[in-house]
């Protein structure tokens, strides 16, 4: 059965069951011998999360041990995240458009530059992370100029690559209507990249909040990323899935946005219908 013979309804009932499928395999799990150990269970993992939200008197709640972060503290770390998620993202962005575009209608600057690109995308960028720390301290901006060279990649090849992708007969005919080169770049190229970036930007929100979470695990005072190291050092198995949950919730959280941006931006594009 296709998604498109779904109902909305039906389509989240299925979602809801393979949720409940996954939590009963966990539960099962966490009830071996070292299943707790090494896996934690989803009821101590949800009362952590309560207690990081919602936190309430420690002697009345045996899922808030001491030393781990309240109301506030949990805020102030997801607020850190988003800072630099949403600046990566945002430079990310705006330089892969920019190099994207600019690439993709010189030939010869493409040319020039390709090895150094490739070289550059095949790099390991955790090896990065010291530099950018001595470089910009353990501030957010060492964060940010790591998820940045995550986002910036994937937005340029799409970028690039919808650009080149551009009907030929539409950039002919533009030519023929008089259409300078600002004219075609608005009206032909332009869409034409804009399609193709937005269908990387949901990949790339997912990798700017890598990059930042990365960034905070290796050396940090704060964020998501310092909250599941600090649960990982101390051996707290039900902090370190606590963590990834909220993590994968807040990703999913920023990819909404996106689509709502993308619905509004490409209003024109037509919707597929599956039909020939």
Do not use: C
């Amino acid at each position: 059965m296709s998604a498109r013979g779904l109902s909305r309804r039906g389509l989240r009932a299925w979602q809801f069951g393979v949720l409940v499928l996954l939590l009963l395999a966990w539960e099962l799990v966490s009830r071996t011998d070292q299943g707790a150990f090494f896996f934690g269970d989803p009821v101590g993992v949800a009362g952590r999360i309560w207690s990081w939200f919602v936190p309430v008197d420690v002697a009345a709640n045996r899922f808030f041990p001491e030393g781990l972060p309240g109301r506030a503290d949990i805020y102030r770390h997801l607020g850190v995240t988003l800072i630099e998620t949403v600046l990566a993202f945002a430079i990310g962005t705006v330089l892969g458009l920019a190099v994207g575009l600019w690439l993709a209608l010189a030939p010869t600057a493409s040319a020039v530059f390709d090895p150094y690109i490739k070289a550059m995308n095949s790099m390991p960028r955790v090896i990065l992370a010291p530099i950018f720390a001595l470089w910009f301290g353990l501030g957010i901006w060492s964060k940010v100029a790591l998820a940045v060279t995550l986002v910036f990649f994937i937005v340029f090849f799409n970028v690039y690559q919808g650009v080149k992708e551009t009907s030929r007969a539409l950039v002919d005919n533009a030519k023929m209507l008089g259409m300078g080169e600002r004219q075609q770049l608005r009206h032909v190229y332009w869409p034409s990249a804009l399609s193709w970036m937005f269908s990387s930007l949901h990949t790339a929100v997912g990798f700017a909040v890598v990059g930042a979470v990365v960034g905070e695990y290796l050396g940090s005072a704060a964020g998501l990323g310092y909250l599941i190291q600090q649960a990982e050092g101390t051996f707290d198995v039900a902090g370190v899935f606590a963590g990834m949950i909220v993590l994968s919730v807040f990703v999913i959280l920023i990819d909404l946005a996106v689509t709502l941006a993308e619905r509004r931006l490409l209003v024109w594009k037509p919707v597929a219908t599956g039909r020939d």
